[in-house]
């Protein structure tokens, strides 16, 4: 075993890229959805050529973490697996040699039934570089895997692959999804606007899927995007492990007109400014096709539920003002927000997502919070 400085367990050997493929008989399967992860198909990509510069692909996808928000507004990261993998966006300052916690939820998934067939179902988050020598990596090295996304992949069912390109402030993924209905894209970018830097700071992210039917057959597709309700956050604790979630409780999400506002009544706003714990989050849909519809999910307790929702048609119209109950005491809920649209043989849909946040309380002085 690796050691370092006196302390034994602290692996010595890591790099950024893996040198194995996954354990493809880890990963969970989707009723009616072709296997995704025959071992043939899943393979590392170390050291091949890449189609493009800035596009990153099997292995190399361990590379991406992609940041979304404006300038001085704090980010989101868009992983190479295709969730989001941290959140920097509660006034949290911090070191470079410290690790941006894990938060659940953060993802996207999609529903496609063809005409007289039945429904497909997948997160779009692939395990290509979920392998052992990244998943034993420190918390705060580039390619680390957390153990909250392998448990996930094993629960809710997963693609094959994807393909990222990375061109600041624009990603644009391609997913690979076997034998699936439709093929689907997704560029996600921050706000820029040169010349413009207020409107290049908004807090926001802005996620707009393509999807294209090339089939002969309608295909009714639904996107759904998952968030944690995570206000009251501390901005350091990894939220994936239930017992570190005390800040937790009075949680709300409302229904808007296109979305969800996620609130905590709970925290004071702090006439001082000092309660930097108190803001908002919310996920909204943008009208992008005459034809889409939303829906949205409130009550999510977990990954699993809230994907169990989405697949199970539990998703309602958003009648504004409709909101939960306050969580209960060391818990908060995830959210979806799901848009739906019947995509024409040979014709291509877009619908799109916005990710907004405010915290407007920030600490007259950094603050760092060391960790040992």
């Given at each position: 075993?690796?050691?370092?400085g006196?302390?034994?367990?602290v692996r010595?050997?890591f ?5 194995a493929i996954?354990d ?8 009616n ?6 071992a043939q198909?899943?393979r590392?990509?170390?050291g091949l050529?890449q ?10 996808l361990a590379?991406c973490?992609f ?5 001085g ?18 006034n949290?300052?911090?070191?470079e040699?410290l690790?941006m916690h894990c938060m659940?939820a953060?993802f996207f998934?999609?529903?496609?039934t063809?005409?007289?067939e039945?429904a497909q179902?997948v997160?779009l988050?692939?395990p ?5 020598d990244n998943?034993a990596?420190p ?11 392998v448990?996930r992949l ?12 990375g061109?600041y402030?624009i ?7 076997t034998k699936?209905?439709v093929?689907v894209?997704?560029?996600?970018f921050?706000p820029m606007?040169?010349?413009?830097d207020?409107?290049s ?5 802005v ?8 089939g002969?057959t309608s295909v009714?597709?639904r996107v ?7 206000v009251?956050?501390?901005?350091q ?5 239930p017992?570190?979630t005390t800040?937790w409780?009075?949680?709300v999400n409302t229904?808007?007109a296109?979305g969800i506002l ?5 925290q004071?706003?702090?006439a001082d ?7 908002t989050?919310?996920?909204?849909s943008v009208s992008?096709?005459?034809a ?19 697949t ?5 119209a958003p009648?504004?003002g409709?909101?939960t109950a306050a969580s209960a005491?060391g818990?908060s809920?995830c ?6 649209v019947t995509?024409a043989?040979g014709a291509t849909?877009t ?5 907004a946040?405010?915290f407007p309380?920030?600490s ?6 060391q960790?040992h």
């Open positions: 075993m690796a050691c370092c006196g302390k034994t367990g010595m050997d790099g950024r890229y893996p040198k996954p493809t008989s880890k990963w969970a399967r989707s009723p959805v072709a296997d995704q992860f025959e198909q899943m590392t990509q170390v050529k189609d493009a510069p800035f596009t990153y692909s099997g292995a190399n590379a973490q940041p979304i928000g404006g300038f507004a704090g980010y989101v990261i868009l992983g190479g697996d295709g969730t989001f993998q941290a959140y920097n966006i509660v949290q300052v911090r070191k040699s690790p659940p953060g998934a999609i529903t496609a063809p005409s007289g039945a179902s997160l988050a692939s290509e570089t979920y392998t052992v998943c990596l918390p705060n090295k580039p390619a680390r895997v957390s153990v909250s996304s448990k094993e629960s809710l069912p997963g693609i094959q692959s994807l393909r990222l390109t061109r402030p990603a644009e993924v391609q997913y690979n999804i699936f209905p093929d894209q997704l560029e996600a921050s606007c040169p010349l413009n207020k409107d700071s908004l807090p926001v992210g996620f707009t899927f393509s999807v294209t039917n090339s002969t009714a597709v759904m995007q998952s968030q944690q309700n995570l009251g956050w501390d901005g604790t990894d939220c994936t492990q017992s570190a800040f409780g009075g949680n229904a808007t296109s996620m609130s905590n009544p709970s004071p706003s702090g400014r000092s309660n930097e714990a108190f803001g989050v919310a996920v909204e992008t096709s005459s889409a519809t939303t829906t949205v999910i409130l009550d999510g307790v977990s990954e699993e539920d809230i994907y169990a929702k989405f199970s048609n539990k998703d309602v009648v504004a409709t909101a005491t818990s809920y959210g979806g927000v799901v848009q739906s995509v043989p849909e619908v799109t997502f916005v990710l946040w405010h309380n920030r007259n002085k950094q603050r760092f919070v960790h």
